[in-house]
């Protein structure tokens, strides 16, 4: 390869599955012109996360999973040099990708004991099989941020928590998962995310702390990553000005931060690769096309993921970096297609995905992640109150049909209500519950990210908290466990479960968890303060 051909390398563009023809031909027009070395899949623009809070219509296609194989066998014959495919699939296709599968969350999975950490490799694994099964080498996951910082707007449900030793412990065993189906890991956002309250994808956060303190904290599991030798490490886009002689720069453009601290004080010498070059940190700080794209180079980064300025990005490379920087980066990447077999003749082919698989991960997971955050009797009290007449049972933001109330009535029926929406009649339900002395509430958080509260309506929340004052309620809550501390009266519940998630299996569980006064596993995997 020439230089400039080696500098095309470390493009990453962004591409959607949903696009259009003449998009699709674009691409292949700048795989086979500009010899780049990766493409960073999306579902489509309208969910790309920068666009994602502009509420843009995202139109969805049952057949996504077909499309995106297809496509990429498609660039794939347009590339020179094999083309490394990467996705973020934090907790699955899913995240990208509808009709496949969905593992849990990291917080969901920060709330498994460390013995059961094996469960977090299962879901490394699996998610790695279901990656090869549509012809993608390269998982930018799982994030290694400690998330202390309960209003932090983007990371939250997406760490495992906020004990380093665990998220540091659970990071490494989801990567030691995909590594050992063939699948590349990154560790994310270096120097650590977790302890912010902006959302880099639309603003820059700006991280406090000492150099020691991050060493003693934020930086511990990418300590641990960089011992276990870590694919790859994705640089966030957030300041920090400790380590920039007090200047807010991001980390991505930072050369203190990747190569002072990263690359000669922590002796990391893999693959480093940017935060999406699209973000609004970072994106509106140059006019002039291909600058940002050399300055993230210039800074140490290797791969320019999501970069939009690819032969402008080059030109400036390659009028400004050295022969041997360009060489260092170029054989990061070329090691890394290496070790993900793209060189490979016979490589082993998956050709479909094990939903059944993922639905049994999913139930072991259930069973040791839900967690009893207050009371000691609820099986108890709920089978007397069925007996006796008084147990009604209320479902927030789902119908009476919910998985987790027909695993119920298998054993405790009973009146069942219903508040889908901020538009119920509060006063008739109210005069409804007034013959039941214990509520068993199932509440359904609509969203996993805390923007607008969660989309919690303020009318359901102030009834749900009326409702905890005057009856002996009993709480589960299937959603961020963040979600918490906005349930008013929520310390007067009689008994409180968090069960992270609405899958199926989460509560089917639940509820066989209640109807046989089983043991609950789980732990909360970060401080919650009720006000």
Not at 448 to 468: M, Q, R, V, Y
Not at 517 to 530: C, M, Q, S, Y
Request: glycine fraction near 6%.
């Amino acid at each position: 390869m020439t230089l400039e051909q080696k500098i095309g390398q470390f493009f990453f563009p962004a591409v959607f599955i949903n696009d259009t023809e003449e998009n699709i031909e674009a691409t292949e027009k700048l795989i086979r012109e500009h010899h780049i070395g990766g493409l960073t899949f999306f579902h489509s623009r309208a969910s790309a996360a920068t666009n994602y809070e502009s509420k843009k219509k995202i139109t969805y296609n049952d057949d996504s999973y077909l499309r995106l194989k297809e496509l990429i066998v498609r660039y794939q014959k347009c590339a020179s040099t094999p083309l490394l495919m990467s996705i973020d699939a934090e907790w699955g296709l899913a995240m990208r990708i509808e009709k496949t599968p969905q593992y849990p969350y990291a917080i969901t999975l920060g709330a498994l004991p460390v013995s059961e950490s094996n469960l977090v490799y299962e879901v490394g694994k699996q998610i790695g099989l279901d990656l090869k099964s549509v012809g993608i080498h390269y998982n930018l996951a799982p994030l290694a941020d400690i998330n202390n910082n309960q209003n932090n707007p983007v990371i939250g449900y997406r760490s495992f928590g906020e004990d380093k030793e665990k998220v540091a412990h659970f990071a490494l065993e989801y990567l030691r998962g995909m590594s050992d189906v063939g699948v590349l890991g990154c560790l994310k956002h270096f120097p650590g995310h977790g302890n912010t309250n902006v959302d880099s994808h639309l603003g820059l956060p700006i991280l406090k702390e000492s150099l020691a303190e991050l060493l003693a904290n934020e930086l511990y599991p990418f300590i641990k990553g960089i011992e276990n030798k870590v694919d790859s490490i994705m640089i966030g886009h957030l300041a920090v000005p400790a380590l920039n002689e007090g200047k807010d720069t991001s980390a991505t453009l930072s050369k203190s931060v990747i190569e002072d601290l990263l690359r000669k004080q922590l002796g990391y010498d893999g693959l480093v690769i940017s935060d999406a070059l699209n973000m609004h940190s970072v994106s509106k700080l140059y006019s002039i096309k291909g600058q940002l794209e050399w300055e993230a180079f210039n800074a140490g980064n290797d791969v320019l993921c999501f970069a939009e300025n690819v032969a402008e990005g080059i030109q400036e490379i390659l009028k400004n970096a050295t022969p041997e920087r360009i060489e260092a980066s170029f054989n990061r990447i070329m090691k890394c297609k290496e070790k993900a077999g793209l060189f490979n003749e016979n490589q082993s082919e998956i050709n479909c995905l094990d939903f059944e698989k993922s639905r049994e991960l999913n139930t072991k997971i259930a069973q040791q992640s839900i967690t009893l955050v207050k009371g000691n009797s609820i099986s108890e009290t709920v089978f007397q109150a069925k007996e006796s007449g008084q147990l009604a049972k209320l479902s927030i933001y789902k119908n009476t049909e919910n998985t987790f109330f027909k695993t119920l009535n298998t054993k405790v029926s009973s009146p069942e209500f219903a508040m889908e929406n901020e538009n119920f009649d509060g006063a008739t339900l109210e005069k409804q519950l007034e013959g039941y002395d214990v509520l068993l509430l199932a509440l359904f958080v609509p969203k996993a990210k805390p923007l607008n509260n969660f989309e919690l309506d303020a009318t359901i929340l102030s009834f749900l908290g009326k409702l905890l004052e005057t009856k002996k309620g009993i709480l589960y809550v299937f959603g961020n466990p963040y979600a918490l501390p906005i349930i008013p009266n929520i310390k007067k519940s009689f008994g409180l479960v968090e069960a992270y998630q609405d899958f199926e299996e989460f509560q089917i569980t639940a509820g066989t968890q209640l109807l046989n006064n089983l043991e609950l596993h789980g732990a909360l995997p970060v401080d919650i303060d009720f006000q």
